[in-house]
């Protein structure tokens, strides 16, 4: 491994982004969707408070869906970013050319992912960051762990950059990206699946919730962040609501993820990457 060649590669990466105005339309989509979330939160505000917990619980909830969505975004950014990395690069002959010099094609898998890791990892936190600072200037409202939710969905963003980094080494751009895509929501469906399996004590439903995490652990970073989004268990218990009642919600996460998941996700990545070198290595040029 050249770790030269890697971080060459992936300086080229993030000069490719900038010249494709990525990051620019990235930067946009932030503003408006924080824009229409400043106003949708202080529309919120301007209600008049519910008794107990209630209007922080319904802050909360707000604030999970709108999470949800910009995971979406993240998801198909990282995607449609990564898909097209390494296939066109083989059809119209850059790849081989790039080859002829001492780097070793694992330095290109490497060095393609890590500069797009740095692109939307720096977008997940910049903007995750961001939207937590206008909720709470907006509302007052701050949920229970602002400070780990966009690392969670940070590390999601990183699950489905490298599944599709991964296909792109073998199938067209667009179908990788696609792919990609349609697994995170096979494995969040899996993971209400889960949930409902938890709730109902059915283990065939539970079964495959772990099974889900086990194949594509995005949902896992992502009711990481639920959880860190939820409001404080005081001011459920003030709502007169119990966290069970929740476990079938698709915006609801009564526990963090265990330690032993987190680590499947880190190692998961790693597995997946190592995988794509092996691919990469046995086609042809």
């Known amino acids: 491994m050249n770790r030269g060649a890697i971080l060459v590669i992936a300086r080229l990466t993030l000069r490719e982004a900038f010249r494709r105005r990525l990051l620019w339309a990235l930067v946009g989509l932030t ?29 909360s909830q707000l604030l999970v869906m ?44 490497l060095g393609r992912w890590l500069g797009l890791a740095l692109v939307v990892v720096a977008y997940a936190l910049a903007a995750g960051y961001l939207e937590l600072a206008v909720v709470r200037l907006m509302t007052g409202y701050l949920p ?7 690392v969670y969905l940070a590390g999601e963003t990183l699950i489905l950059l490298t599944l599709a980094l991964v296909f792109s080494t073998r199938i067209a751009p667009v179908a990788s990206g696609s792919i990609a895509v349609v697994g995170f929501g096979l494995a969040w469906m899996g993971g209400i699946a889960g949930g409902i399996g938890d709730y ?86």
């Open 31 to 59: 503003l408006l969707l924080v824009a229409v979330t400043g106003w949708l939160f202080g529309k919120a505000a301007e209600v008049t408070p519910l008794e107990g917990g209630a209007q922080q619980l319904i802050l």
């Open 66 to 109: 709108i999470a949800f969505m910009f995971s979406f975004v993240l998801t198909m950014t990282a995607a449609f970013a990564a898909s097209p990395a390494i296939g066109p690069e083989i059809e119209n002959g850059l790849l081989l050319a790039v080859l002829a010099r001492p780097v070793r094609r694992s330095d290109v898998l």
């Open 144 to 150: 229970i762990d602002p400070l780990v939710a966009p």
């Open 200 to 285: 109902l004590n059915n283990d065939t439903l539970r079964n495959a919730g772990t099974i889900a995490h086990l194949v594509l652990p995005s949902d896992t970073l992502w009711r990481g962040a639920m959880f860190a989004l939820e409001p404080p268990p005081d001011v459920l218990a003030a709502a007169g609501s119990q966290a069970r009642i929740f476990t079938v919600s698709p915006f609801f996460a009564g526990t963090p993820p265990p330690l032993p998941w987190l680590a499947w996700s880190a190692a998961w990545i790693v597995a997946t990457l190592a995988i794509g070198i092996l691919l990469l290595r046995r086609r042809e040029l």
